[in-house]
C-alpha cells in the first residue's frame, strides 16, 4: 500500500519552531520528489516547498523562504520540514505529499495536481 504519514504538528508561540516529518512507504522514495502544503481553514490548499529525489534541489514559496528547511534521509524514507520563527499566519493543516514527476520537482512544483499521493495531515497552530 502507497502512503506518507506526517507527524511533529502541535501548539507553538509566535517565533517558535516545529519540526514536521513524513514517512513514505510502498513507493520508489528515492526517485521521488516530495512536497509539503498547508491548508488553512476558508483558503485552498497552498504547495509551501518541493524537494528534488537527492536533495539538492528545492524550491520555497515566498512567504516561507528564509524560515522554513525542507529536506530528506532516502535512508529512512522520511521527509522532514523545518519551521522556524513561526507566525500566526502558519496555522493550517499541513500535508506531505508524493510528486507525479521523477527525479526533479515539476515546473509546476506547488500544484496540487502534480502530486499522486497525500497524507493525512498534521496540525500546526501559532498562537500570537
Known amino acids: 500500500q502507497v502512503q506518507v504519514v506526517e507527524s511533529g504538528g502541535g501548539l507553538v508561540q509566535a517565533g517558535g519552531s516545529l519540526r514536521l516529518s513524513c514517512t513514505a512507504s510502498?513507493?520508489?522514495?528515492?526517485?521521488?520528489?516530495m512536497g509539503w502544503f498547508r491548508q488553512a481553514p476558508g483558503k485552498e490548499r497552498e504547495g509551501i516547498s518541493c524537494i528534488n529525489w537527492s536533495g539538492g534541489s528545492t524550491y520555497y514559496t515566498d512567504s516561507v523562504k528564509g524560515r522554513f528547511t525542507i529536506s530528506r534521509d532516502n535512508a529512512k524514507n522520511t521527509l522532514y520540514l523545518q519551521m522556524n520563527s513561526l507566525k500566526p499566519e502558519d496555522t493550517a493543516m499541513y500535508y506531505c505529499?508524493?510528486?507525479?514527476?521523477?527525479?526533479?520537482?515539476?515546473?509546476?512544483?506547488?500544484?496540487?495536481?502534480?502530486?499522486?499521493?497525500w497524507g493525512q495531515g498534521t496540525q500546526v497552530t501559532v498562537s500570537s
Open positions: 505529499a508524493a510528486s507525479r514527476s521523477y527525479l526533479q520537482c515539476s515546473g509546476s512544483w506547488n500544484s496540487v495536481s502534480n502530486y499522486r499521493v
Open positions: 510502498g513507493l520508489t522514495f528515492d526517485a521521488t520528489p
